[in-house]
């Protein structure tokens, strides 16, 4: 089974960027689906971005769209997240996950994914 792995995390001044990175150890099969969320103390797990790797299709949650950006290289094999304008509201830890998916409308959906990451921590600061 695919194994993911969460990198690029830090911390940051409000403004700022930071590019995340998701990545495949194992093949993706059909796991067309990858999403990124994100989970802060005493919040429950929020959908970030995802993205269907087959179409190159993606999605975003209104809170990051304009600012964050999903990308795919390596056949799917690594999936980015750019993060420009960062904000306090941002701070969180971030997670990957990689799931069987038709349509990019599925990515919002936690039940979607099969396989997760571990997580990298972002931290912006005001």
């Known amino acids: 089974q695919v194994q993911l792995v969460e990198s690029g995390g830090g911390s940051v001044q409000a403004g700022g960027s930071l590019r995340l990175s998701c990545t495949a150890s194992?093949?993706?099969?059909?796991?067309?689906?990858v999403g990124w969320f994100r989970q802060s103390p005493g919040k429950e797990r929020e959908w970030v971005a995802g993205?269907?790797?087959?179409?190159?299709?993606?999605k975003y949650a209104d809170p990051v769209k304009g600012r964050f950006t999903i990308s795919q290289e390596n056949g799917g094999s690594t999936v980015n997240l750019q993060m420009d304008r960062l904000e306090s509201e941002d701070t969180a830890m971030y997670f990957c996950?990689?799931?069987?998916?038709?349509?990019?409308?599925?990515?919002?959906?936690?039940?979607?994914?099969?396989?997760w990451g571990q997580g990298t921590h972002v931290s912006v600061s005001s």
């Open positions: 194992g093949p993706l099969h059909n796991r067309r689906c």
């Open positions: 996950a990689a799931g069987w998916c038709i349509t990019v409308d599925q990515a919002p959906y936690a039940r979607t994914y099969k396989s």
């Open positions: 993205m269907n790797i087959v179409t190159d299709a993606s």
